[in-house]
């Protein structure tokens, strides 16, 4: 069983990156700023992020380097999960490139696709990416 998030807070604030496409392979959770991603570094092929803020992403350490920002979907009523999230960042370059990660939107850069679903969809399409 793989997990997106926080289990305990449905909308904390995190961001998960995966080595692989569409979430799969060896992954890295944060909730806090990353100047390093140490053995995480240059990996990155898919991400998520969750909650109310957008997080940027860097091709260097200590937040250097091309970035872009990816933002989760604004506005929910509890009972919903808000995330943003891109299957393969080689679509826009960025395959094995981020080096560093820092919360908020520094960037003029925005990329992702952006989902705002129930939770019972969310579900479903876990169980469908992770089957
Ligand atoms: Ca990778």
């Not at 997990?3 to 961001?15: C, E, L």
């Not at 890295?28 to 898919?46: I, P, W």
Request: charged share 20%; net charge negative; proline share 2%.
């Amino acid at each position: 069983m793989r997990h997106v998030g926080r289990m305990d807070s449905i909308n904390a604030d995190t961001f998960t990156l995966y080595d692989g496409d569409w979430f799969t392979g060896d992954q890295y959770y944060g909730e806090l700023d990353q100047s390093v991603l140490n053995s995480f570094n240059n990996l990155a092929t898919s991400v998520i992020v969750t909650g109310q803020s957008s997080w940027t992403f860097y091709a260097q350490h200590d937040y250097g380097g091309k970035s872009f920002c990816l933002p989760p979907v604004n506005g929910t009523s509890g009972n919903e999960i808000q995330l943003g999230y891109s299957v393969n960042l080689d679509d826009n370059g960025w395959n094995n490139t981020i080096s560093s990660v820092r919360k908020g939107c520094f960037s003029d850069f925005v990329i992702g696709e952006t989902k705002y679903e129930l939770l019972s969809e969310i579900r479903t399409f876990s169980e469908h990416l992770y089957s």
